[in-house]
T-cell receptor, first 111, second 114 residues
Framework: GQSLEQPSEVTAVEGAIVQINCTYQTSGFYGLSWYQQHDGGAPTFLSYNALDGLEETGRFSSFLSRSDSYGYLLLQELQMKDSASYFCAVRDRTGFQKLVFGTGTRLLVSP | EAQVTQNPRYLITVTGKKLTVTCSQNMNHEYMSWYRQDPGLGLRQIYYSMNVEVTDKGDVPEGYKVSRKEKRNFPLILESPSPNQTSLYFC?????????????FGPGTRLTVT
């Protein structure tokens, strides 16, 4: 099975850089995804890493180290609208197509 | 517009009264799934489907049923709802396997069972 650990909450100020970590334990691994969810809204896809290294998409980047079973989401030039919950997710190899999410990190951006 | 729709958006019901939450997608996606979201527990997958007539259990399938008779629809059935099924439910779809492709989520259904 899978378990994913994320910090429960992170705070930062506008314009800063913040890193949200995700460590996982899994008997098999395909890749790590990240989703953003604003209060009252639905999760939306941010990124997917299948291979080691950094993937950059605008202000957001995602990193994966398969040997360390670790990944992170990096948010640069923080804006107030980035205040949201962020979830990492992995596909469960033992469950064939099952998808497992972390418990989420709440990011609070202050002026 | 590409989207996943769920109905109803809000539902208050009583213990034991069977209910169905509908989910439909217009993107011709193969993979569909249901999640429940509870405070502090994140998103937990209930059931998923790789294609028509192919469904499998997620992490928390007890008390739920699903069916996939058409590619676009994936209803969630609670045959005898109980208060511990009070939650926020999301349907999602993706082009392929849930972990390898972007999941598109519906707007959510807030269910209260009294």
């Amino acid at each position: 099975g899978q378990s994913l650990e994320q910090p429960s909450e992170v705070t930062a100020v506008e314009g800063a850089i913040v890193q949200i970590n995700c460590t996982y334990q899994t008997s098999g691994f395909y890749g790590l995804s990240w989703y953003q969810q604003h209060d009252g809204g639905a999760p939306t896809f941010l990124s997917y890493n299948a291979l080691d290294g950094l993937e950059e998409t605008g202000r957001f980047s995602s990193f994966l180290s398969r040997s360390d079973s670790y990944g992170y989401l990096l948010l640069q030039e923080l804006q107030m609208k980035d205040s949201a919950s962020y979830f990492c997710a992995v596909r469960d190899r033992t469950g064939f197509q099952k998808l497992v999410f972390g418990t989420g990190t709440r990011l609070l951006v202050s002026p | 517009e590409a989207q996943v729709t769920q109905n109803p958006r809000y539902l208050i019901t009583v213990t034991g009264k069977k209910l169905t939450v509908t989910c439909s997608q217009n993107m011709n996606h193969e993979y569909m799934s249901w999640y429940r979201q509870d405070p502090g527990l994140g998103l937990r997958q209930i059931y998923y489907s790789m294609n028509v007539e192919v469904t499998d259990k997620g992490d928390v399938p007890e008390g739920y049923k699903v069916s996939r008779k058409e590619k676009r629809n994936f209803p969630l059935i609670l045959e005898s709802p109980s208060p511990n099924q009070t939650s926020l439910y999301f349907c999602a779809s993706s082009l392929g396997s849930g972990g390898d492709y972007e999941q598109y989520f519906g707007p959510g259904t807030r269910l209260t069972v009294t």
